[in-house]
Antibody, heavy 116, light 108 residues
C-alpha cells in the first residue's frame, strides 16, 4: 500500500518561502491519481491547498493560488510544495495525500510548519 | 466555493451509544461526499466515500447516507477508539475541494 512522508523545515521566517517534499513509497507516483497537499492550522479544520497529476497538470485553491507552486519529480517518486510570502496565518500541519477517484485515500503523518 | 456545514460541532456520548453527525452542503453535490476520522495528533483517515461506501478495513458500525445537500454519518454502537473528530468533504467541485469544520466526538 502507498505510504507518504513529508519532509522540510519546521520553522520559516515571515515573508520567506515554505518548502516541503512528500516522498511516495509502495507505489509509483506515475499511477493514475492526483497528489495533493492539505493543511490544518493548530486547533482548526482542514484546508485543501492544491494538487498535481503525473503529467504535471496542477490545480490550486483560489485563495492561495498566487503564492503556491506544486511540482513533481517522477525520477525520485516525490512531489513538492512551495508557498511564498508566508505569514503567521500559514502556520499549520501540512499533509500530503493521494487523491484517488475523488477521495483522499492515503495521507502522510503530517509536518508542523511554524512561521515566526 | 461549496461550503460544508457540520452539526453538531461537538458531541458527548458513551460507549455503546448510537450517534449521528450531519453534514450540509451549500449546493447540491450529488453523492460526492466523503467522511474522515481524525484522532488527536494523527492524520485524517478515510472512513466512507461516495456517501455510504466503507473504505476497506472500516468497521460496519459506521454508515453513511444522504444525497444532494444533506448527509449523515452514523456510528451504531460507539467503541472507545471512535472518540475522535470527524470531517465531511465534498468532491463535486474538483477545482476546489472543501471540508466541513469538523465534529468532535467526546466521551461523556
Amino acid at each position: 500500500q502507498v505510504q507518504l512522508q513529508e519532509s522540510g523545515p519546521g520553522l520559516v521566517k515571515p515573508s520567506e518561502t515554505l518548502s516541503l517534499t512528500c516522498a511516495v513509497s509502495g507505489g509509483s507516483i506515475s499511477r493514475s491519481n492526483w497528489w495533493t497537499w492539505v493543511r490544518q492550522p493548530p486547533g482548526k479544520g482542514l484546508e485543501w491547498i492544491g494538487e498535481i497529476y503525473q503529467s504535471g497538470s496542477t490545480n490550486y485553491n483560489p485563495s492561495l493560488k498566487s503564492r503556491v507552486t506544486i511540482s513533481i519529480d517522477k525520477s525520485k517518486n516525490q512531489f513538492s510544495l512551495k508557498l511564498n510570502s508566508v505569514t503567521a496565518a500559514d502556520t499549520a500541519v501540512y499533509y500530503c495525500t493521494s487523491l484517488t477517484s475523488r477521495r483522499f485515500d492515503y495521507w502522510g503523518q503530517g509536518t508542523l510548519v511554524t512561521v515566526s | 466555493d461549496i461550503q460544508m456545514t457540520q452539526s453538531p460541532s461537538s458531541l458527548s456520548a458513551s460507549v455503546g451509544d448510537r450517534i449521528t453527525i450531519t453534514c450540509r452542503a451549500s449546493q447540491s453535490i450529488s453523492t460526492y461526499l466523503n467522511w474522515y476520522q481524525q484522532r488527536p495528533g494523527k492524520a485524517p483517515k478515510l472512513l466512507i466515500h461516495d456517501v455510504y461506501t466503507l473504505q476497506s478495513g472500516v468497521p460496519s458500525r459506521f454508515s453513511g447516507s444522504g444525497s444532494g445537500t444533506d448527509f449523515t454519518l452514523t456510528i451504531s454502537s460507539l467503541q472507545p477508539e471512535d472518540f475522535a473528530t470527524y470531517y465531511c468533504q465534498q468532491s463535486y467541485n474538483t477545482a476546489m475541494y472543501t471540508f466541513g469544520q469538523g465534529t468532535k466526538l467526546e466521551s461523556k
